[in-house]
């Protein structure tokens, strides 16, 4: 009894987010009637990641906000599980975390109450239309935990610092850095350019089913994946969105960009 869609907007989340591709139906209809140990399913998801990305390690969450949100708290607590129960409550912990102005944006829901959400309080940086290296610098300090850089077509597209240099900032003060790339194509570059943790979403330009993909440092990603235990219990993916995003992942790699983009 829905209404027939004639999608001419993309991927958009209120339409369904993708069409899952044929390889992602296949996976999920033969998971789904089976039992699996999760742990193990997680591992095997982590190659799979890393492989397409370049990371590490990565994992597979609900979605990229999510990712965010688990990204940003296992960099406050590391693999310390006391810190991860305490969360959100952030009491001892580094629980900054600095966004460029012009990043702060809506997707849906406010990305600044994705943050929040891990305990952290957000640090904004520079102007909405202008940020200079120096206002980073200055925002950086040892309360820091993380930086959150966001590509989007919610942000504003001039007047803020390119990853490259907004890492390397980060990076000079000791400061990971966190990519929101939800809705990109490019699964290396922005690790490559200095992200430490990449976030991506399995159902949009993928085209699985409703899943977050994490990639990073194995350490980083670790810290993230243990939130499981804590606050990303309300968070978790199921056995077909993680083999759904596993599935997608490959799919991608042979999948004919070009033709599609037409």
């Avoid at 999760?38 to 397409?52: E, M």
């Avoid at 942000?155 to 990109?184: I, K, M, N, W």
């Amino acid at each position: 009894g829905l209404r027939p869609i004639i999608n001419v907007s993309g991927t958009m989340t209120a339409l369904g987010a993708s069409i899952v591709v044929p390889e992602a139906v296949r996976a999920v209809a033969e998971v789904l009637p089976e039992f699996v140990e999760i742990g193990d399913l997680h591992r095997k998801a982590s190659a799979v990641v890393a492989r397409l990305t370049g990371a590490e390690a990565g994992f597979i969450t609900a979605c990229a906000s999510s990712g965010i949100t688990l990204a940003v708290a296992g960099c406050m607590t590391g693999a310390d599980l006391g810190r991860i129960e305490q969360l959100p409550e952030a009491t001892g912990m580094k629980s900054e975390v600095v966004v460029q102005a012009g990043h702060l944006v809506g997707y849906g829901a406010p990305l600044e109450q994705a943050i929040r959400l891990a305990g952290a309080s957000v640090i904004p940086v520079g102007q909405a239309t202008e940020v200079r290296g120096y206002q980073l610098t200055h925002r950086l300090t040892d309360r820091t935990a993380a930086a959150v850089y966001v590509v989007s077509h919610h942000t504003v597209q001039y007047g803020q610092l390119p990853l490259q240099e907004f890492a390397r900032l980060c990076h000079d003060r000791g400061v990971p850095v966190v990519a929101d790339l939800a809705s990109e194509y490019d699964l290396r570059g922005y690790l490559a350019a200095g992200a430490d943790v990449a976030i991506y979403s399995a159902h949009k330009f993928l085209g699985g089913p409703t899943a977050g993909i994490v990639a990073g440092s194995k350490a980083l990603v670790r810290a993230a994946f243990l939130q499981n235990l804590g606050i990303g219990r309300g968070m978790k993916v199921g056995k077909e969105g993680i083999v759904g995003a596993m599935a997608a992942l490959e799919a991608w790699e042979t999948r004919d960009h070009a033709g599609i983009r037409a």
